[in-house]
């Protein structure tokens, strides 16, 4: 069983900058692929980046250059640094872990605007 506990969204202007962060539950978190998906109004949600337990990571190519995903596995805790943020990355974001199976933390709201 994984719990996933999302926090850091917000409102940002334009070119700001946030940092989500997803706390995760259990004792293997280290072998878990950790991934942040983001759902847009009227729009599927979408793959935004993902870390494998060593750390290779991979990020859709809208973001590339601009988001940073990384994990602390002592905290069990992944992150994702959002820096020259756009109006068009406003959505809700989710933190996901695959362990056998999908598990999802309820998301956080990050909204892009002037």
């Known amino acids: 069983q994984v719990q996933l506990v999302e926090s850091g969204g917000g409102l940002v202007q334009p070119g700001g900058s946030l940092r989500l962060s997803c706390a995760a539950s259990g004792s293997i978190f280290r072998l878990v692929t950790m991934s942040w998906y983001r759902q847009a109004p009227g729009k599927q949600r979408e793959l935004v980046a993902s870390?494998?337990?060593?750390?290779?990571?991979n990020y859709v190519d809208s973001v590339k250059g601009r988001f940073t995903i990384s994990r602390d596995n002592a905290k069990k805790t992944v992150y994702l640094q959002m820096n020259s943020l756009k109006p068009e990355d406003t959505a809700v974001y989710y933190c996901?872990?695959?362990?056998?199976?999908?598990?999802w933390g309820k998301g956080t709201l990050v909204t892009v605007s002037s």
């Open positions: 870390i494998i337990s060593g750390g290779r990571t």
């Open positions: 996901h872990a695959l362990l056998g199976m999908n598990y």
